[in-house]
């Protein structure tokens, strides 16, 4: 079984700086991991998904995360919010045996501020 | 733009009257899923249809079903809501090599039960 976890529910951070959202995940096979965002009352987009590879993956808007396989973590970063960046975040992991069925973790809203 | 399409973005239903929600596909995806959200909480997996095959989560009650008449289209129907079916009800599609395809979601159905 897999499970998700964001450690943070709301992020304030000021306009220009940087932002990391934590996710820790548990699973005893192969994972593949993604960070999606929600926009209120819309569904959910894909910023980015990490397969294989490349440790460090980019994604649309400006974002990256950084798989790390000891920690079992999944952390998004991006150097420089927007306002626009204001949303709700959420890391998912699916694994080769769930049919690409995703488990969610509870998001992280992200508050972005003048 | 190929898209998943769900209608009506905003539904209000009585206590015990059936709702069908409506979701239909451009992307000729052959995986297709119901999520339920509910307010701040991470999305939930109800079942999904691999082709025609129909996959329901362990977890789902009874009152909620699904039909696949096509490809392109897929229904979500409540039997009898409750006052604790009120959510966000989102609609994904994924691709015939479903590992390595990401979800693509649509805006969602908000679902009001008065």
């Known amino acids: 079984a897999q499970s998700v976890t964001q450690l943070d529910s709301q992020v304030p951070v000021f306009e220009e700086a940087p932002v990391e959202l934590r996710c820790n995940y548990s699973s005893s096979v192969s994972v593949y991991l993604f960070w999606y965002v929600q926009y209120p009352n819309q569904g959910l987009q894909l910023l980015l998904k990490?397969?294989?590879?490349?440790?460090l993956v980019k994604g649309i808007n400006g974002f990256e995360a950084e798989f790390n396989k000891s920690q079992t973590s999944f952390h998004l970063r991006k150097p420089s919010v927007h306002i626009s960046d204001t949303a709700e975040y959420f890391c998912a992991v699916s694994d080769k045996d769930s049919w690409g069925k995703l488990q969610f973790g509870a998001g992280t809203q992200v508050v972005v501020t003048p | 733009d190929a898209m998943v399409i769900q209608n009506p973005r905003y539904q209000v239903t009585q206590f015990g009257k059936p709702v069908t929600l409506s979701c239909s596909q451009t992307l000729n995806h052959n995986v297709m899923y119901w999520y339920q959200q509910k307010s701040s909480q991470a999305p939930k997996l109800l079942f999904h249809?691999?082709?025609?095959?129909?996959?329901n989560e362990a977890d789902t009650p009874d009152n909620f079903q699904s039909r696949r008449p096509n490809t392109s289209f897929c229904f979500l129907d409540i039997r009898s809501p409750g006052l604790g079916d009120a959510a966000m009800y989102l609609c994904?599609?994924?691709?015939?090599?479903?590992?390595?395809?990401?979800?693509?979601f649509g805006n969602g159905t908000r679902l009001t039960v008065t």
């Open positions: 249809y691999y082709d025609k095959d129909f996959n």
């Open positions: 994904a599609t994924s691709g015939r090599d479903r590992f390595y395809s990401p979800l693509h």
């Open positions: 990490y397969l294989s590879g490349s440790t």
